[in-house]
């Protein structure tokens, strides 16, 4: 079992910056990709961002390209949200996700594991 720990969540104004970490743990982590996704009050969980594992390979959603920037270590099992010039739409709890297999990226679904989430508000 894996277990995904977010952190680096909280409240910052518009044009502000902050920057996600999620933690793995459990059984010998070796995803193929990882990814975060948002869910804001009344609204269908959405993709963020993605990376392959080994590779590194990025693919971003259209709302938040340029702004925001995933990466991982892979010697700390940790992947990273860097998120820039912030604006109150991003506002929404924030999920990273972890599978063990190719997929459809964008799709909740296409993950196996899930991080308990950490809140980033975004006041205008």
């Known amino acids: 079992q894996v277990q995904l720990v977010e952190s680096g969540g909280g409240m910052v104004q518009a044009g502000g910056s902050l920057r996600l970490s999620c933690a793995a743990s459990?059984?010998?982590?070796?995803?193929?990709?990882m990814g975060w996704f948002r869910q804001a009050p009344g609204k269908e969980r959405e993709f963020v961002a993605h990376?392959?594992?080994?590779?590194?390979?990025?693919y971003y959603a259209d709302s938040v390209k340029v702004r925001f920037t995933i990466s991982r270590d892979s010697a700390k099992n940790t992947l990273y949200l860097q998120m820039n010039s912030l604006k109150p739409e991003d506002t929404a709890v924030y999920y990273c996700?972890?599978?063990?297999?190719?997929?459809?990226?964008?799709?909740?679904?296409?993950?196996?594991?899930w991080g308990q989430g950490t809140q980033v508000t975004v006041s205008s």
């Open positions: 996700a972890a599978r063990g297999t190719s997929g459809y990226y964008y799709y909740p679904q296409s993950y196996s594991d």
């Open positions: 459990g059984r010998t982590f070796s995803p193929y990709a």
């Open positions: 990376i392959t594992w080994r590779i590194g390979s990025t």
